[in-house]
């Protein structure tokens, strides 16, 4: 069993929908991240929250928005949504902060589709 | 440029045939290299995380080797429940929490 726990683990929505992704960690990891994968493709980051600010937004277009209610919690609120959205959404947590070493631990996933 | 090159893309193999994947990596100032396996529909399962040349891990059939240049995924007598993809991932100097991703290696285990 992950230690990274995605809800939902499936979700389709349409385009003039919100839905919120969520993700929850209990490891006292501080860095807390969110990925988005296409199929055959390697996870791409889209945003870094280390001590749950912030750090990295990777040019992610405002219809998604992440927020971290506090250290083990991590959300992502979807809005308005395009059929190109639809991809595996990863949820990952590292221990040192994402400047620091060591390994990922990655959620099972949400597999969104929008339609 | 940085990058991280991963082959071969896919390798087929029967139920006890051992065999290594590749990852080789161009970038400054290595900072870890790490290994991922992921089963379709799934998260990564972390594997391995190397950090200087000479370094070796081992997991059950699974070994790591990192050189200067690359990464082997070494695996001994591989079952059928070792088909997957594994992945390589590189962060370096520069990269504070970027990971550079290779495509990955789907490896199927023949019974």
């Known amino acids: 069993d992950t230690e990274v726990t995605q809800t939902p683990k499936h979700l389709v929505m349409g385009m003039t929908n919100k839905k919120s992704l969520k993700c929850e960690q209990h490891?006292?990891?501080?860095?807390m991240y969110w990925y988005k994968q296409k199929a055959k493709k390697p996870p791409e980051l889209m945003f870094v929250?280390?001590?749950?600010?912030?750090?990295i937004n990777e040019s992610v277009p405002s219809r998604f928005s992440p927020e971290c209610p506090n250290s083990s919690l991590l959300n992502l609120h979807l809005h308005a949504l395009q059929p190109e959205d639809s991809a595996l959404y990863l949820c990952?947590?590292?221990?040192?902060?994402?400047?620091?070493?060591?390994?990922?631990?990655f959620g099972s996933g949400t597999r969104l589709t929008v339609v | 440029e940085d990058q991280v090159t991963q082959s071969p893309e896919a390798l087929r193999l029967q139920e006890g045939e051992s065999s290594s994947l590749n990852c080789s990596y161009t970038?400054?100032?290595?900072?870890?290299l790490f290994w991922y396996r992921q089963d379709p529909g799934k998260g990564p399962e972390f594997l391995f995380t190397?950090?200087?040349?000479?370094e070796e891990k081992e997991k059950e059939r699974l070994k790591a080797t990192l050189t200067k240049k690359e990464s082997f995924l070494h695996i001994t007598a591989p079952k059928p429940e070792d088909s997957a993809t594994y992945l390589c991932?590189?962060?370096?100097?520069?990269?504070?929490?970027?990971?550079?991703w290779g495509a990955g290696t789907k490896l199927i285990i023949k019974p």
């Open positions: 970038v400054s100032g290595l900072r870890g």
């Open positions: 190397l950090y200087s040349a000479g």
């Open positions: 929250y280390s001590y749950e600010k912030l750090s």
């Open positions: 990952a947590s590292s221990s040192r902060g994402p400047e620091g070493a060591g390994g990922y631990t």
């Open positions: 490891m006292g990891h501080r860095a």
């Open positions: 991932a590189v962060r370096y100097m520069d990269s504070n929490y970027q990971l550079i």
